[in-house]
């Protein structure tokens, strides 16, 4: 069995005999070759003056790819009175360290950054932004989920992710904005990332973004083996305490770093 750790930061490739999984120090009964692959400078990913991916906006994309792990991507544009409005949904890779609070200024032109400034390995480490289309279904499987992440060898088992908030969720949730409210006592936001196979889901694992005034502003690692064993996908949706009528109010984003799975 091999396993994969796909990393956002600067890794080696490294060979080991056990392997040290999900966040945790069990030892393990078989033996392993233990893989790192560094993708921290993602060299197909080309990267604009601002530090995030220059090709978030291009509506023919529908995926990108790192070291054999399939990113979803989604990019639309409307025309109105003359003018182009763009909008995007999925992932977009990151190396912006910018993680300033614009709550008295416009967020749009400020999207990118992760609330820590950086990927785990520090400074001018790249990492993953999500942004989760929050009109998406919760109730089942989307057909085509916003936010997902498969292999391109097919079937894998997944061990675990860094998460943590982006600069914009995290300030919108700490300060409030005109679209959300400050969040106190009683408010919550939860990541749900759902493994799937077979159309069916397998497992899940809850995330707390933000739980009353404690806000995650760190990078977090998940455990991901409630997932299950060799499934087809994993995707990611966001529930809120602050949601209305036409869905949550605060924003949608997440972001992303280290992510372990292993093959078969």
Known sequence: MKIFNFLCNGAILALALCSITACSDDSCDDFYDVIKIDFSTMPNIPFNEEGYWEGVYDTTTTKFTINEITFSHQASATEWEG???????????????????????????????????????????????????????????????????????GAFTPKEIYITNSAWGYYAMKNGSAFNKQFCENDWCILHIYGVKNKEITGNVNVPLANGSEILNTWKC????????NIEMIY????SSDTGSWGMNNPAFFCLDNFTITIN
């Not at 998940?222 to 064993?229: A, I, K, Q």
């Not at 990611?236 to 529930?239: C, D, K, L, V």
């Open 222 to 229: 998940v455990d991901l083996t409630p997932l299950g064993n």
């Open 236 to 239: 990611f949706q966001i529930t």
């Open 83 to 153: 003018y182009t409005y763009y909008s995007w949904y999925g992932f977009c890779p990151s190396k912006v360290t910018d993680n300033t609070d614009y709550s008295n200024s416009d967020w749009t032109s400020h999207q990118w950054g992760a609330i820590t400034g950086s990927g785990l390995s520090g400074t001018n480490d790249p990492y993953i932004l999500g942004f989760w289309n929050s009109s998406e279904r919760t109730d089942s499987i989307p057909e085509t989920p916003a936010c997902h992440i498969t292999y391109e060898g």
